[in-house]
């Protein structure tokens, strides 16, 4: 009997974790059923000066094979400098991968999405910083100028239509756009993973059963928050309504094989600045990236052959008894490796005692 807390805390929110440092560009999340429409919600209020706004979007949760909403909320930034680059999902060719956001100095690809609120498919129109300060662009953000005195007001022409808010590029349906040049280099500079606030904000919305899209059936209760993880204060914004009817939602139970899981993706470059550094945690990803491909093999093997000696009894009962054993054992080796994928980014930090100090 597994447990569900204990995997539901892991499956994803560990992954996201444990990948945000190795690679910003793609994350090891995928299934094939894509994420439901961005519901309409307005913008909570900016809480003070140094918060940069972070739209919501749809996670996913293994453990009940369910999309589940993270409101969008305002986030100290980092860095002085930094702007927020949103998560989306992508198609990959035969099911929908996940790319984490990150802060960076330039905003890079989010997959065409419109997110509203300055992130409009390109870019970000919502906001400037100057001499370490943010300005906020009143236009596009909900700004108290009584508390918050650094802005401006520029208009900005949305060009995007939004129709069904599409919030998945690619694929059946999906955003038909590819990065720019500019986009991609911003994907190569300096970047750091979302803060410990967003991580938490994210943990908590996956724990919360009213985020789930199967229950609030794309229009969350809580679309959006002015501060990471408040979501029973004054200040939490509603959806209007929800994007699109959902009518995509996978159901619970259905993951049973390493085939249906997930597909490991190679980890990308690292960028800490030191040219050895890369290149060593760079190996030690690649190492254990080929390991865990290779247990992901063998389960799948071993399992096809239980299929094949099962088929020869013609045993019904005994069938399912062994689909279930299959699907715990996909779940354990998949917790295993979000475990191993944490552990080698917390030796990978900065500061961690397991980092080689610079000579």
Same mark, same amino acid.
């Given at each position: 009997?597994?447990?569900?807390?204990?995997?539901?805390?892991?499956?994803?929110?560990?992954?996201?974790?444990?990948?945000?440092?190795?690679?910003?560009?793609?994350?090891?999340?995928?299934?094939?059923?894509?994420?439901?429409?961005?519901?309409?919600?307005?913008?909570?209020?900016?809480?003070?000066?140094?918060?940069?706004?972070?739209?919501?979007?749809?996670?996913?949760?293994?453990?009940?094979?369910?999309?589940?909403?993270?409101?969008?909320?305002?986030?100290?930034?980092?860095?002085?400098?930094?702007?927020?680059?949103?998560?989306?999902?992508?198609?990959?060719?035969?099911?929908?991968?996940?790319?984490?956001?990150?802060?960076?100095?330039?905003?890079?690809?989010?997959?065409?999405?419109?997110?509203?609120?300055?992130?409009?498919?390109?870019?970000?129109?919502?906001?400037?910083?100057?001499?370490?300060?943010?300005?906020?662009?009143?236009?596009?953000?909900?700004?108290?100028?009584?508390?918050?005195?650094?802005?401006?007001?520029?208009?900005?022409?949305?060009?995007?239509?939004?129709?069904?808010?599409?919030?998945?590029?690619?694929?059946?349906?999906?955003?038909?756009?590819?990065?720019?040049?500019?986009?991609?280099?911003?994907?190569?500079?300096?970047?750091?993973?979302?803060?410990?606030?967003?991580?938490?904000?994210?943990?908590?919305?996956?724990?919360?059963?009213?985020?789930?899209?199967?229950?609030?059936?794309?229009?969350?209760?809580?679309?959006?928050?002015?501060?990471?993880?408040?979501?029973?204060?004054?200040?939490?914004?509603?959806?209007?309504?929800?994007?699109?009817?959902?009518?995509?939602?996978?159901?619970?139970?259905?993951?049973?094989?390493?085939?249906?899981?997930?597909?490991?993706?190679?980890?990308?470059?690292?960028?800490?600045?030191?040219?050895?550094?890369? &290149?060593?945690? %760079? /190996? $030690?990803?690649?190492?254990?990236?080929? *390991?865990?491909? #290779?247990?992901?093999?063998? +389960? !799948?093997?071993?399992?096809?052959?239980?299929?094949?000696?099962?088929?020869?009894?013609?045993?019904?009962?005994?069938?399912?008894?062994?689909? &279930?054993?299959? %699907? /715990? $054992?996909?779940?354990?080796?998949?917790? *295993?490796?979000? #475990?191993?994928?944490?552990? +080698? !980014?917390?030796?990978?930090?900065?500061?961690?005692?397991?980092?080689?100090?610079?000579?």
């Amino acid at each position: 009997m597994r447990s569900v807390p204990a995997v539901r805390s892991l499956l994803f929110a560990l992954v996201v974790l444990a990948m945000s440092a190795a690679s910003f560009a793609q994350v090891g999340i995928s299934i094939r059923i894509g994420p439901p429409a961005l519901p309409v919600y307005e913008q909570p209020l900016c809480p003070a000066e140094g918060y940069i706004w972070t739209p919501g979007y749809w996670a996913y949760d293994y453990d009940y094979a369910d999309y589940y909403w993270v409101p969008g909320t305002w986030v100290l930034a980092p860095e002085p400098g930094f702007f927020w680059t949103p998560a989306y999902w992508g198609w990959g060719g035969d099911r929908f991968i996940f790319h984490e956001g990150y802060w960076g100095p330039r905003v890079g690809f989010y997959g065409g999405i419109n997110y509203g609120y300055g992130y409009f498919g390109n870019g970000y129109e919502g906001g400037r910083w100057d001499r370490g300060r943010f300005f906020y662009n009143r236009s596009v953000n909900n700004v108290n100028v009584t508390n918050i005195h650094n802005v401006y007001n520029t208009t900005i022409v949305n060009n995007t239509t939004v129709v069904n808010r599409v919030s998945y590029n690619g694929g059946n349906g999906g955003i038909n756009v590819r990065p720019t040049r500019e986009e991609e280099a911003a994907e190569r500079e300096r970047h750091i993973p979302p803060v410990a606030a967003q991580t938490q904000h994210m943990r908590a919305a996956q724990g919360d059963p009213q985020f789930r899209a199967s229950v609030n059936r794309g229009r969350p209760a809580v679309a959006a928050s002015p501060r990471p993880g408040v979501f029973n204060e004054r200040g939490v914004v509603p959806a209007r309504e929800a994007g699109a009817p959902i009518s995509n939602v996978p159901r619970p139970g259905n993951v049973v094989h390493p085939s249906e899981l997930t597909v490991h993706e190679r980890p990308g470059g690292l960028n800490t600045g030191n040219p050895k550094l890369d &290149q060593k945690y %760079q /190996q $030690q990803q690649d190492k254990l990236f080929s *390991r865990q491909n #290779q247990e992901h093999e063998k +389960l !799948q093997r071993k399992q096809e052959q239980d299929h094949q000696r099962i088929a020869r009894q013609n045993d019904e009962v005994r069938k399912q008894q062994v689909e &279930q054993h299959h %699907q /715990q $054992q996909t779940q354990q080796m998949e917790q *295993r490796h979000v #475990q191993q994928q944490q552990h +080698l !980014q917390e030796r990978q930090q900065p500061g961690s005692r397991n980092e080689p100090k610079p000579r």
